[in-house]
């Protein structure tokens, strides 16, 4: 180890004399943490890391016609499931080594690895929970029947007990995935994308709950989001499934809310929901001229606790290493509440496919779970259908 220290002093060095530079493409959130961080590798190798502010809707567009080319950044930060388009174009450097991985969760590694590679290091971790009014609900429930038999209970003419974008994938997901269906079969090579578990028992049963809530009248026909959110806000359900982006305008509507994070509440003995998971996180571009260098920076520096730390007080989103995670409970006062319910949840999930082929998903299942939720055929004829739909579209 001091060996390597001594060839990258060096090598640095070299780099510094020849006026070498890191060039980061980073959203405005994450600007005035990188900073620092790029103060103090400048302070250390000599190397100016300038960080330019672009969008984080173009920024995935616009480096996949940049790198080709040799142009654009050393660096980007961007979400987990750019990876497998970005890699399988060869716009990715994997990064060789990271220490102190066994302080990341694994969930947020994974959801950087493509092919058995790591291609990033991640820094923020997101997922979404169930969340209830305080004021209609006076204890959060610890399993799913408690919370259905507390939604019966406060559900009358003008409260609703439970709604939520059930029709979208992503929201009902954790219901699916928590017995045991999956998209893809994950191997200790990448995803099997040819090995699809969205019809299987678990799959069946967890969209067969879904539809019993539909059935009893427990979530009223036509919810979207927009209708719980409406709802919630004006202090109108007592249960939703939601994610941080929203909990602001909750909390700015007055609403006293709770959030049960889906690692502490089961679908049965031992078995919780599993959310998806999106993580952001640094990667670094396979034409960059300064690979050594960026990784380096992104490896050292983002990645270390210091670096984290700084990160997740930049942005008060999810941390994505479990000391730092440990290090802000201690002491964490109610402003910080939510970041820690949802890195809980998070915490149980499984990240969203990093793979080309994850397209081909949501319509299909969006049509499968509109067709139960309708009583239009049956659990297992609409997953079967759906299954059938994305292995064509993934095959052409």
Do not use: C
């Not at 990341?104 to 590694?109: D, Q």
């Not at 719980?228 to 909750?250: C, E, Q, R």
């Amino acid at each position: 180890m001091k060996k390597l220290a001594l060839v990258l002093m060096i090598v640095f060095a070299v780099a510094s004399l020849l006026s070498a530079k890191i060039v980061i493409w980073s959203s405005e959130n994450q600007i005035p943490a990188l900073q620092k961080l790029a103060a103090d590798f400048e302070r250390d190798y000599g190397i100016e890391v300038e960080i330019q502010q672009v969008n984080f809707g173009d920024i995935k567009s616009k480096f996949l016609t940049a790198a080709p080319a040799g142009e654009g950044p050393d660096i980007i930060v961007g979400a987990h499931d750019w990876v497998g388009e970005l890699a399988a174009n060869g716009l990715l450097e994997p990064i060789p080594f990271l220490p102190d991985a066994d302080q990341y969760y694994e969930v947020s590694l994974d959801a950087f690895s493509y092919q058995g590679k790591l291609y990033g290091v991640p820094y923020t971790i997101e997922s979404i929970g169930i969340i209830y009014n305080k004021d209609l609900i006076e204890e959060a429930p610890k399993t799913i029947d408690e919370l259905e038999q507390m939604a019966a209970e406060v559900a009358d003419d003008e409260v609703v007990g439970f709604v939520y974008d059930a029709g979208n994938f992503y929201f009902s997901f954790p219901f699916i995935a928590g017995y045991g269906g999956y998209i893809f079969k994950s191997t200790e090579s990448g995803l099997d994308v040819n090995d699809i578990g969205l019809n299987n028992e678990g799959a069946i049963k967890g969209v067969s709950l879904i539809k019993k809530w539909f059935d009893d009248g427990l979530i009223p026909q036509g919810a979207n989001y927009n209708l719980m959110d409406s709802l919630f806000k004006d202090g109108l359900a007592a249960f939703i499934v939601n994610g941080p982006w929203a909990t602001p305008h909750y909390r700015d509507a007055g609403i006293d809310y709770g959030i049960i994070p889906f690692s502490e509440i089961e679908l049965e003995p031992g078995t919780t929901p599993k959310p998806f998971v999106g993580v952001q996180g640094f990667m670094v571009n396979a034409k960059s001229k300064n690979k050594l260098e960026a990784i380096e920076f992104a490896v050292n520096y983002i990645g270390s606790f210091d670096g984290q730390y700084g990160m997740f007080v930049g942005e008060r989103r999810g941390t994505v290493r479990e000391d730092v995670f440990e290090y802000i409970s201690k002491d964490a006062g109610p402003e910080l509440y939510d970041v820690l319910q949802f890195s809980k949840s998070a915490s149980v999930g499984t990240p969203m496919p990093n793979v080309p082929e994850m397209a081909s998903v949501w319509g299909a299942m969006g049509d499968a779970l509109s067709i139960v939720i309708n009583d239009q055929d049956t659990v297992e004829n609409a997953l079967n259908s759906a299954v059938e739909k994305i292995k064509s579209a993934i095959g052409e």
